[in-house]
């Protein structure tokens, strides 16, 4: 089981990202999926699932209307669209599945910085 995280980086208040994250090693298309961030000194937060299918989607509060979760299942491939970033959006961003051990998989992270 493999997932890589990419499309982080350095944006300005307001500005918007697209993460992606690249599945394989599994059923891709048989599991829900779901992101996560730990900004520093803070607990990891659960930001958006997307269940196997795509047809249902879950936010925390903090981010609906400005992040959206969707996948591709041809490309084994979840994304997240960040929207209107503020500097409480700065973290480590990670994807993680429910499978590969009894704990899940995680992939390595992508950082995420929102400051003028």
């Known amino acids: 089981v493999q997932l890589v995280e990419s499309g982080g980086g350095l944006v300005q208040p307001g500005g918007s990202l697209r993460l992606s994250c690249a599945a394989s090693?599994?059923?891709?298309?048989?599991?829900?999926i779901t992101w996560y961030r730990r900004a520093p000194g803070k607990e990891r937060e659960l930001v958006a699932t997307?269940?196997?299918?795509?047809?249902?989607?879950y936010y925390t509060d903090s981010v609906k209307g400005r992040f959206t979760i969707s996948r591709d299942n041809a490309k084994n491939t979840v994304y997240l669209q960040m929207n209107t970033l503020e500097p409480e959006d700065t973290a480590v961003y990670y994807c993680?599945?429910?499978?590969?051990?009894?704990?899940?998989?995680w992939g390595q992270g992508t950082q995420v910085t929102v400051s003028s």
């Open positions: 993680y599945a429910p499978i590969g051990s009894s704990e899940g998989s």
């Open positions: 997307i269940t196997s299918t795509g047809g249902s989607t």
């Open positions: 090693g599994f059923p891709f298309r048989w599991y829900s």
